[in-house]
């Protein structure tokens, strides 16, 4: 059962967002603030995906996904107030693989954790991807450049793997939107901007 640690100073919040992950088939863990989700994270090693409010308690929820995406891949999907377009971009720029806008429905949001978590998964059969000295490879979802493995997030594989696997063909970025976040135009697109940032930084010398 995929366990989701849900981080939100706000109990009812916690309480209608744990509720409707919990009746899709979700074990959920809570914490209040920064430095209870930071424990919670880890004493549990076996967390699926965590979903953190930025304006949570000290560590707000910006240095609180810095500290787990220094050290796990584990998704993160990050709450945010509605027009703090800086916080959403502070976030993806610092390893969140996806955001969700207050007010929101708590069935959007589980719909966004189980399209995380299903596009995280290894997809296994899939030839690895060679291109001179950078290899992707979808099994293990490991891509590897001059003979060292980098990190990536989730969303930033899957973006690495879906232009990979189309070469020499432009998407728009509301096709890759729709393609590797599976959402449509109405999201932000922004996004995307900023996972190819982010992964050109790791993949390009210059």
């Known amino acids: 059962m995929p366990k989701v640690l849900v981080v939100d100073d706000e109990p009812i919040v916690r309480e209608v967002v744990c509720a409707y992950l919990q009746r899709d088939g979700f074990e959920t863990v809570e914490a209040g603030d920064g430095d209870g989700a ?22 707000d929820g910006l240095e609180v996904c810095r500290r787990l995406r220094a050290r796990s891949d584990t ?9 703090e377009e800086a916080d959403r971009i502070v976030g993806l720029e610092l390893g969140a693989d996806d955001y969700v806008t207050k007010p929101f429905s708590p069935r959007e ?3 966004r954790v189980k399209t995380v978590l299903r596009r ?3 997809a296994p ?5 060679a291109f001179d000295d950078l290899v992707i490879d979808p099994a293990s979802r490991e891509v590897v ?6 990190r990536l997030t989730a ?14 063909q432009v998407f728009s970025r509301d096709q890759l939107m729709d393609r590797v ?3 449509q135009a109405a999201f932000d697109t922004g996004t995307v901007t900023v996972h190819v940032r982010r992964v050109r930084e790791k993949i390009e010398n210059d």
Request: charged share 15%.
């Open 145 to 150: 450049l001059d003979g060292d493995t980098l």
């Open 181 to 183: 976040w599976g959402y």
């Open 38 to 59: 930071l424990e919670a994270a880890a004493n549990d090693p076996a967390l699926s995906l965590v979903v953190l409010d930025v304006m949570i308690p000290e560590p």
């Open 75 to 83: 998704p993160i999907i990050l709450l945010t107030a509605r027009g």
């Open 125 to 129: 059969a899939q030839a690895a991807i």
């Open 155 to 168: 969303k930033e594989f899957d973006l690495l793997a879906f232009l990979a696997s189309h070469p020499r």
């Open 120 to 122: 995280s998964q290894p």
């Open 109 to 111: 949001l589980a719909t």
